[in-house]
């Protein structure tokens, strides 16, 4: 997040190089945590379609952020940098929002209400 402003707030190529590749770098490392992550949210019984679920609502969802971003950046004239910087710090709280509050489950056994006849 604190990247974020440094190369897109700037014309200099050399800055919006080291920015981007920077938090590429970084910033995606998140992606190689979710199958991790989102396997200890859910029961055995239902973990593997449960985790698949929430995958692939987000990969769905995010496919709507590039027009969204386009809609807001033609809409009120404020460029592309602006929208991009704002998804960026919401995805990014969003994400330490979601760590900060879930439950721990080392240890625990995780029991789900699903009756298999």
Known sequence: MPVAPLYLFTS???WITLGFGLQGAFGGALYSQLPSYLSERFPTEVRATA?????????ILGGLVAPVLAYFAATYQIGYAIPMLVGTVVAAVSVFIALLFSPETKGKELVSDLVVA
Do not use: I, N, V
Not at 51 to 59: K, L
């Open 12 to 14: 200099d190529p050399l």
């Open 51 to 59: 985790s698949a679920f929430c995958y692939h609502q987000g990969a």
